[in-house]
């Protein structure tokens, strides 16, 4: 007798995920047979969770704060993408083994694909990132691996800046965030991958004044929706791509490993985890 499959979501804390409303929106729209369940794991109990979510009945998951690090840690085996960027979001099993993989820079350049055209790439030579953390070592895998010829990184923390020019040092280069505005003139593309601007955190404020008037601004952050630096970006005239896209992109790889099915990611969806993040504001 076969059992329905069974995906999770694992995090600490993880009632604040919109993942399950994004899964339980495919199974609906395919009208398969499973489940996709929030689980909140403390730090010091995620090893033995990873070891024994098989025994439950779960076919794998996807992994978020605080425990990205140590799935990477503790997977069997590891696509060259979660190599690369030391992190795994998205675990399953295969002949008997725990797998991982980090599909954050697939979601992004998807995100930027189906917001502006595949094309964008064509108009950008220069990304200004900012923030040093681990969505931005996936987002600067992306912007590399499309073939933008050059990737300033901006942080707080001038050191883990310096620390992401391994990817690349020839197309990385490291900037102090009291030089940030001496780096906008020269940007294509700026992107904001810290928590300035989440509901609840201080916002990132930033003159934009000296962007070029073809430059995209794009902050991983979704909620709220418009940030004050995409709010600021609209003002001026400028082309916005929100932080719902990459969350939405990412999911699918994992959907189609646990389920059998490649989700699409269409308005209709989209229009979904929108109308939540309004009912929650």
């Not at 300035?196 to 201080?202: A, C, F, S």
Request: include cysteine; charge should be negative.
């Amino acid at each position: 007798m076969s059992t329905a499959p069974k995906a999770f979501v694992v995090g600490h804390p993880i009632k604040h995920s919109r993942s399950p409303l994004i899964h339980g929106y495919w199974l609906c729209e395919h009208g398969l047979k499973g489940s996709y369940e929030r689980v909140d794991v403390a730090p010091a109990d995620f090893a033995s969770f990873l070891r024994g979510f098989q025994g439950e009945g779960f076919r794998g998951g996807n992994v978020t704060i605080p425990h990205k690090q140590a799935a990477f840690q503790y997977a069997d085996a590891l696509t060259g993408r979660a190599k690369r960027l030391q992190a795994v979001n998205t675990l399953w099993i295969e002949d008997g083994r725990i797998h991982g993989d980090n599909t954050d820079e697939l979601g992004f350049i998807a995100s930027l694909d189906q917001a502006l055209g595949s094309d964008w790439d064509q108009a950008a030579r220069t990304a200004l990132v900012l923030g040093a953390g681990g969505a931005a070592r996936a987002v600067i895998a992306g912007l590399l691996d499309r073939g933008l010829e050059r990737v300033v990184v901006a942080n707080r923390t001038l050191e883990r800046a310096q620390e992401l020019t391994a990817f690349d040092p020839r197309r990385i280069e490291a900037a102090a965030w009291d030089k940030l505005t001496q780096a906008l003139p020269e940007a294509d593309l700026l992107v904001n991958t810290t928590s300035l601007g989440m509901d609840g955190q201080p916002p990132l404020i930033l003159d934009l004044i000296a962007l070029p008037d073809h430059a995209v601004v794009a902050d991983i952050v979704y909620v709220p929706l418009e940030t004050p630096l995409l709010a600021a970006a609209r003002a001026r005239g400028l082309r916005v791509v929100d932080g719902l896209g990459m969350l939405l992109h990412q999911a699918v790889p994992g959907f189609a490993r646990w389920f059998g099915v490649t989700p699409e990611v269409t308005p209709a969806l989209r229009a979904v985890i929108v109308a939540d993040i309004e009912r929650r504001a």
